[in-house]
């Protein structure tokens, strides 16, 4: 069974539809590109000072913008009847879902440069037919979409989005614009009378605030008393203080730990450093400990009781 006519006129549509996109993308990064250059003149303008001329100017960038957001509509536009193609081959009046994206295209594809999208204008008017056309062109019905409608006005750009655009620009680009006033110089007040002495109470508030910050004068008292203080030399097995041992180590496999230049031993207690004068340093004998006599000694002493 041969197709029918309609059948081969989707497929024409849909071909269109997608050189229409591929050429939308690419007419978007070329308006891109010159958008940019044209913004830095803008800002050469600005930093001239010629801001009637890049007030003119301006409006150009606006409207290229302006246009740059159209094409990205209407590609949305076609990628949707793209992926509802089906729909368009159902039945010979347009589908309620597709209603807005195909009135939108006839509506916006004569005020556009896009060949392609007016060649998808001319299928879809040979599809749905001349009095479908005509009510999409007039709008009559509002299904055209708002922002395609108001992307297309001709009214002049208003002063405040004018202004705008200038200082974007302006700050995009580092210039100075508008000129910001110089700031004036503040007045000299002199220095609050709390810290000249200057009042009732000025120096005595400037003292206390000294004070304040110095701790008092009992703070600076106990500071230097515990300057002068001096750690005791030795420490007995009633003191609290407790000194870890050094740890050995590879250089060092017998670590010493000593205390005024004396050694300092877990079972003897450290010797005085000076020497007594007219004494002579008594021998310890060997024990179980300090102060605790061995055998021998012990039976001496009861034999000299025995007598």
């Known amino acids: 069974m041969p197709p029918s006519p309609s059948s081969?006129?989707?497929?024409?549509?849909?071909?269109?539809?997608?050189?229409?996109?591929?050429?939308?993308?690419?007419?978007?990064?070329?308006?891109?590109?010159?958008?940019?250059?044209?913004?830095?003149?803008?800002?050469?303008?600005?930093?001239?000072?010629?801001?009637?001329?890049?007030?003119?100017?301006?409006?150009?960038?606006?409207?290229?913008d302006i246009i740059t957001e159209l094409h990205e509509i209407l590609e949305l536009y076609c990628e949707l009847l793209l992926a509802r193609a089906g729909l368009l081959d159902a039945s010979p009046t347009c589908d309620p879902g597709l209603e807005e994206a195909v009135k939108s295209i006839l509506y916006a594809a004569p005020k556009t440069e896009i060949k392609e999208l007016q060649q998808v204008r001319a299928l879809l008017?040979?599809?749905?037919?001349?009095?479908?056309?005509?009510?999409?062109?007039?709008?009559?019905?509002?299904?055209?979409?708002?922002?395609?409608?108001?992307?297309?006005?001709?009214a002049p750009p208003r002063e405040e989005l004018v202004q705008g655009y200038l200082e974007e620009i302006a700050r995009a680009y580092g210039v100075d614009w508008p000129p910001?006033?110089?700031?004036?110089?503040?007045?000299?007040?002199?220095?609050?009378?709390?810290?000249?002495?200057?009042?009732?109470?000025?120096?005595?508030?400037?003292?206390?605030?000294?004070?304040?910050?110095?701790?008092?004068?009992?703070?600076?008292?106990?500071?230097?008393?515990?300057?002068?203080?001096?750690?005791?030399?030795?420490?007995?097995?009633?003191?609290p203080l407790h000194v870890n041992p050094p740890t050995p180590s590879t250089e060092n496999p017998r670590p010493k730990l000593t205390l005024n230049n004396v050694e300092l031993t877990p079972t003897k207690k450290p010797a005085t450093a000076g020497v007594t004068v007219g004494r002579r340093p008594?021998?310890?004998?060997?024990?179980?400990?300090?102060?605790?006599?061995?055998?021998?000694?012990?039976?001496?002493?009861?034999?000299?009781?025995?007598?």
């Open 180 to 239: 910001r006033k110089e700031a004036e110089p503040a007045e000299d007040l002199g220095e609050p009378p709390d810290f000249i002495g200057g009042g009732e109470g000025g120096g005595q508030k400037q003292k206390s605030s000294e004070t304040g910050l110095l701790g008092g004068n009992d703070d600076v008292e106990a500071r230097e008393e515990l300057s002068k203080a001096t750690p005791p030399r030795t420490f007995g097995p009633a003191s």
């Open 8 to 64: 081969g006129l989707v497929a024409k549509i849909k071909v269109q539809l997608k050189l229409a996109i591929a050429r939308l993308r690419m007419v978007q990064k070329r308006d891109e590109a010159l958008a940019k250059t044209q913004r830095r003149a803008m800002a050469q303008l600005l930093e001239q000072g010629k801001t009637d001329s890049a007030r003119i100017r301006v409006e150009n960038i606006i409207r290229s």
């Open 282 to 307: 008594t021998e310890k004998k060997g024990g179980i400990a300090d102060g605790i006599p061995d055998v021998d000694e012990l039976a001496k002493r009861f034999a000299q009781l025995k007598r």
């Open 125 to 154: 008017a040979e599809k749905f037919g001349k009095d479908f056309v005509l009510q999409a062109m007039e709008n009559t019905d509002g299904k055209v979409s708002e922002r395609v409608v108001r992307k297309l006005s001709v």
